[in-house]
């Protein structure tokens, strides 16, 4: 029997815990998937957007703290952000000692994302400040636009945990936990935004508008940086690093297809359940599959070992 959503501002009905994590990445090849080097990319080219995008998350959320009547829902905010902010963290360090070592130009993979978020999203939008009736308003559409981020990054946290399965097949241990340890904790937070949204606004009309905007500029984030960090590959076929190349969506459908990574139609497909009326986080993850994962990652065992190492040496 489904159960039912908890009645109450705050719908988690489980504990969320900020988890430090450590990660050894001298080893770790570009092309972590060998069998589909594309996969690879487009799973990589998630650091450049996570960490900018979660960023913005944090800024986002800090800003409607003085706005949350409910205390639950007030700590569960503050809970997020601190998960939030250490995703972040371990995705720029990833960067920095990972991909960086391959010669990837990171600025110009940061570009588009930085934009986004630290412009046309900003308090001031592309520099203009805002007449104070709207200024609760754009809190309120930035809200939903990180509901509906977070709709897509529970989804692939749930298809990594139940589709990708990337150690079982061979493929390079440490980036496959940075990606399901962090699937996992998104599944665990995955009620959060959306909680926060409906206790600030909860208009269907202004989610099902988000959405429809979000879906097709996710969808297209996903598909240049894909491209331009499979153009930084030496190893990769020249035909196969632009958007105007078939083969490339080529490949990139038959990744989805072979379930390395979602392909192009399982961003729209998987946006559509957010225009539901009846929709809901609650229901689109299985909390006790991820905090299974959380609890066993090297990466959180590692942090954890070393923390008890301090307090000993302490």
């Known amino acids: 029997m489904m159960k039912a959503i908890p009645n109450r501002v705050s719908t988690a009905d489980w504990e969320m815990i900020p988890r430090q994590v450590q990660f050894a990445w001298e080893n770790s090849p570009l092309q972590w998937i060998p069998q589909d080097p594309i996969a690879s990319h487009n799973v990589n080219h998630f650091s450049f957007t996570l960490v900018r995008g979660e960023y913005f998350f944090c800024r986002i959320f800090n800003k409607a703290l003085p706005h949350i009547t409910d205390e639950q829902l007030k700590a569960d905010v503050k809970t997020f952000i601190r998960q939030e902010a250490i995703h972040s963290q371990a995705h720029k360090i ?23 978020f630290d412009r046309l999203l900003a308090d001031q939008p592309l520099g203009r400040t805002l007449p104070k009736p709207l200024q609760k308003t754009w809190l309120d559409l930035r809200v939903g636009l990180v509901a509906a981020a977070e709709h897509f990054t529970c989804a692939l946290g749930q298809y990594v945990l139940t589709e990708a399965k990337w150690q079982e097949r061979g493929c390079d241990p440490v980036v496959s936990d940075l990606f399901v340890w962090h699937g996992a904790e998104e599944v665990e937070h995955r009620t959060v935004a959306y909680d926060l949204f409906q206790h600030l606004n909860g208009s269907y009309l202004m989610r099902a508008g988000i959405m429809l905007a979000t879906a097709p500029i996710f969808t297209y984030l996903m598909a240049a940086g894909t491209a331009q960090l499979a153009k930084a590959d030496p190893d990769m076929p020249r035909d196969m690093t632009s958007l105007k190349q078939l083969k490339f969506w080529k490949a990139w459908h038959r990744a989805g297809k072979n379930q ?30 991820a905090q299974a994962y959380i609890n066993q990652s090297p990466a959180v065992l590692a942090a954890q070992a070393m923390q008890q190492s301090t307090k000993l040496k302490s």
């Open 94 to 116: 990833s960067i920095e000692e990972y991909l960086q070592r391959y010669g990837v130009d990171v600025e110009n993979q940061y570009q588009r994302v930085v934009y986004l």
């Open 260 to 289: 390395y990574t979602p392909g192009p139609i399982w961003y729209f497909s998987t946006a559509l359940r957010f225009f539901k009326p009846s929709y809901h986080p609650y229901f689109e993850g299985s909390t006790e599959l």
